[in-house]
Structures are given as structure tokens and as C-alpha cells.
């Protein structure tokens, strides 16, 4: 069973999550929280496998501090922000501070399960209109791209594969199944790439494979 905990100051918001993970055989909402201090408290208690953050609670930068001090817990979860289509300096520093995703409110039931099954696999979760958002946000975006490409260009033709699989939010046993190659290589791999383009997560990688054309 995967264990999940809400983090949102929307009531609203968290029934909506709540009901449309209910509903997944093999997933539990185990807890709740309106504001990022009871977010990390929670977290602390429970130890949820995943925790799903509103960026923004009652202020600004909750999400983001709750994403920090949750890292730093003996177990910390797999976490995805929850944002909207706005893209701002909060989503910038979420992705620095090592969030597992972004997922947009009204996200789809189906697309909602799929991507927590992810998260509990050690998958990464980018949707791809925040992805999208995220690159065009850049000041200059050919100057955003070509770095990127350079830093792609780096990598084995293999390699490549993976970040590009790893765009597309697989998991390392999915990307493992595509190319027909046990989960222990595809983890070799996956360091390997992020040693070389410099990404402290999968989350990061994904992104530069968006920057860099690997991914529509």
C-alpha cells in the first residue's frame, strides 16, 4: 500500500485529492495538513511514502519551507507541489531544493494515481504544461536551451535514452523495461547522468531534457 499525506490550506483541494486517491486500490491518504509547519509535523508522525504540497499555503513560501525541513526528516517522503498554471520564483525554488515533481491542481484522477505510483517508485512527475511554463519563464529561452544542449551532447547516445525517458517521468523499473535492462544498470545510469549535467535530482533532468529538445 502506498501511504500519501495532503498539504493544502484549501479544504476543498484536499477532499478533491483525497477522493480521487480513494478511490486507487493501492493507495491510502494517511494524512492532512493545512500549513507547512503541520505538514512537516505530520510527515514526522506518519512517515507517508509520498506527501503532495501546495507551493503557496498561508504564505507565500510554506511549500517551500516545508519541502526543506521535510528533507531533512530520517525518512523523508517522495514529494510532488502542487502548483497552477502560474510559474513563479516559488516554482524555481522548489525544483532547487529538491522536489520530486510539480502537478497542477485540477489535475485528472487518472493522471493524479499514475503520477503517485510514480513518486512511490522513485520516479520523477513533471507535467508538461508546467514544464512548459517552466522553460519559457527563462529571461532569454535560446539562452536557456543552448547550455542545455550542450550539456546533452555530453552524454552517450545510452544515456541520452535515459534522460529522455527520465523527461517522460519513467521510473527506473519502467525505463529498465523499455530498454531491456535491469533496474540495477538503469540506477547506474540515471547517477551517471546526473554526475555529468550537473542536476541534483531526476526532477532537474527532466527539465533540462525539456530545455534541451529530448522531450515535446
Same mark, same amino acid.
Given at each position: 500500500?502506498?501511504?500519501?499525506?495532503?498539504?493544502? !490550506?484549501?479544504?476543498?483541494?484536499?477532499?478533491?485529492?483525497?477522493?480521487?486517491?480513494?478511490?486507487?486500490?493501492?493507495?491510502?491518504?494517511?494524512?492532512?495538513?493545512?500549513?507547512?509547519?503541520?505538514?512537516?509535523?505530520?510527515?514526522?508522525?506518519?512517515?507517508?511514502?509520498?506527501?503532495?504540497? !501546495?507551493?503557496?499555503?498561508?504564505? %507565500?513560501? !510554506?511549500?517551500?519551507?516545508?519541502?526543506?525541513?521535510?528533507?531533512?526528516?530520517?525518512? %523523508?517522503?517522495?514529494?510532488?507541489?502542487?502548483?497552477?498554471?502560474? @510559474?513563479?520564483?516559488? @516554482?524555481?525554488?522548489?525544483?532547487?531544493?529538491?522536489?520530486?515533481?510539480?502537478?497542477?491542481?485540477?489535475?485528472?484522477?487518472?493522471?493524479? @494515481?499514475?503520477?503517485?505510483?510514480?513518486?512511490?517508485?522513485?520516479?520523477? #512527475? &513533471?507535467?508538461?504544461?508546467?514544464?512548459?511554463?517552466?522553460?519559457?519563464?527563462?529571461?532569454?529561452?535560446?539562452?536557456?536551451?543552448?547550455?542545455?544542449?550542450?550539456?546533452?551532447?555530453?552524454?552517450?547516445?545510452?544515456?541520452?535514452?535515459? #534522460?529522455?525517458?527520465?523527461?517522460?517521468?519513467?521510473?527506473?523499473?519502467?525505463?529498465?523495461?523499455?530498454?531491456? &535492462?535491469?533496474?540495477?544498470? @538503469?540506477?547506474?545510469?540515471?547517477?551517471? #547522468?546526473?554526475?555529468?549535467?550537473?542536476?541534483?535530482?531526476?526532477?532537474?533532468?527532466?527539465?533540462?531534457?525539456?530545455?534541451?529538445?529530448? #522531450?515535446?
Amino acid at each position: 500500500m502506498i501511504t500519501v499525506m495532503l498539504a493544502d !490550506d484549501e479544504e476543498l483541494v484536499r477532499q478533491g485529492l483525497r477522493a480521487m486517491l480513494s478511490a486507487a486500490p493501492d493507495i491510502e491518504v494517511v494524512g492532512e495538513a493545512a500549513d507547512g509547519r503541520s505538514a512537516v509535523e505530520t510527515a514526522r508522525r506518519l512517515r507517508p511514502q509520498v506527501a503532495l504540497l !501546495d507551493i503557496k499555503m498561508r504564505q %507565500p513560501d !510554506d511549500g517551500i519551507r516545508a519541502l526543506r525541513a521535510m528533507q531533512g526528516l530520517p525518512e %523523508p517522503p517522495r514529494m510532488a507541489m502542487l502548483t497552477t498554471f502560474d @510559474v513563479d520564483e516559488y @516554482v524555481s525554488l522548489a525544483l532547487r531544493f529538491g522536489a520530486n515533481g510539480f502537478l497542477l491542481k485540477d489535475i485528472e484522477p487518472g493522471v493524479l @494515481v499514475r503520477a503517485v505510483r510514480d513518486l512511490s517508485r522513485g520516479g520523477a #512527475v &513533471l507535467d508538461p504544461s508546467v514544464a512548459a511554463r517552466m522553460v519559457n519563464a527563462q529571461r532569454d529561452e535560446a539562452r536557456a536551451a543552448a547550455p542545455a544542449r550542450r550539456l546533452l551532447a555530453s552524454l552517450s547516445e545510452r544515456e541520452r535514452e535515459v #534522460v529522455t525517458l527520465i523527461g517522460q517521468g519513467m521510473s527506473n523499473a519502467e525505463i529498465g523495461s523499455k530498454l531491456h &535492462l535491469s533496474e540495477a544498470t @538503469v540506477k547506474g545510469y540515471v547517477s551517471a #547522468v546526473l554526475s555529468k549535467i550537473g542536476a541534483a535530482n531526476r526532477v532537474q533532468a527532466a527539465l533540462l531534457a525539456y530545455r534541451g529538445g529530448l #522531450v515535446d
